[in-house]
């Protein structure tokens, strides 16, 4: 842990984003080995990931944003209102863009859906990276509520959900009739942009203070629609108990973790 605080604050974020990167990828390469992945693992791991991002969303963005537009003379609670909501309106606008591109392409290639699939995957990974590297660029400027240790919480929740999104579309395209590498390389793709948003994430935070609480409330409104839309009804469809537990440990561990460390 020594080493890793050590390095500068551009260099963790883009090790962290790099980290969830490589779980993605890891999803996808589920599609060299097996044909399906034990359900009741996935709804637990989903849901352990839902709760580290609410807890996250408050206590590692929200928070500190509040606090922050605050000592700056700003009004807190419009900052982070409109910041929550547009980065949740993100991506639910997202889906409904994709959505219908989809319905537009229903008698499309496997490969064109796999693409759309892909580019929604790619969209959420995007604010998730810059909520990565934001975590990373606060705790470095010394913003209350932050800390080195609930940054990289946040990259562990993160990347414990992306192994299930690098299945989901490494899979289908295998089923499809699409190679092990091709399927693998798709997959995988979904996730580049994670380091990319991490990096930039960490430099925005570095650079420019005044925009910081509104760049925090928006990542904290893109993971709450992510987990609402994407997580919580995808682990809850099958193993309502294990998702709900999964939540609960997750939610707890990232809230400990954050008052006690941050």
């Known amino acids: 842990m020594a080493w890793f605080s050590g390095l500068s604050p551009i260099l963790q974020g883009l090790s962290a984003t790099l980290f969830t990167y490589f779980i993605t ?14 359900r ?11 709760g580290v991002m609410i807890a996250a969303s408050f206590w590692s963005l929200l928070a500190p944003a509040i606090e922050l537009s605050t000592e700056l003379g700003g009004n807190a609670w419009f900052t982070a209102a409109i910041g929550f909501l547009t980065g949740g309106i993100f991506v639910i606008g997202s889906d409904i863009v994709l959505s ?11 490969l064109k859906r796999s693409i759309l699939l892909t580019s929604a995957v790619a969209l959420h990974n995007i604010p998730e990276g810059l909520a990565i590297g934001v975590a990373f660029g606060s705790a470095a400027i010394g913003i209350h509520g932050t800390s080195i240790q609930s940054a990289l919480m946040l990259a562990l929740g993160i990347g414990l959900q992306n192994f299930p999104e690098g299945m989901c579309v490494a899979m289908p395209l295998r089923r499809d009739g699409a190679t092990q ?15 990319v948003a991490g990096v930039l994430g960490v430099l925005f935070a570095l650079t420019v203070r005044s925009a910081l609480p509104l760049v925090l409330s928006f990542s904290a409104g893109a993971m ?3 987990v609402c839309s ?3 009804p995808e682990s809850f469809q099958n ?14 561990l990232m809230m400990v973790l954050d008052v006690s460390l941050g």
């Open 25 to 38: 990828a890891l999803g996808a390469g589920v599609v060299f080995f097996f044909k399906s992945m034990n």
């Open 40 to 50: 009741k693992i996935l709804d637990f791991m989903m849901g352990f990931a839902a």
């Open 100 to 110: 219908k591109a989809s319905l537009i392409q229903t008698k499309g290639s496997a």
């Open 181 to 195: 590498l091709k399927s693998f390389l798709i997959g995988q793709g979904s996730g580049i942009v994670e380091p």
């Open 224 to 226: 709450i629609a992510v």
């Open 230 to 232: 994407e997580l919580v």
């Open 239 to 252: 193993n309502k108990t294990i998702a709900a537990f999964g939540v609960l440990f997750g939610f707890a």
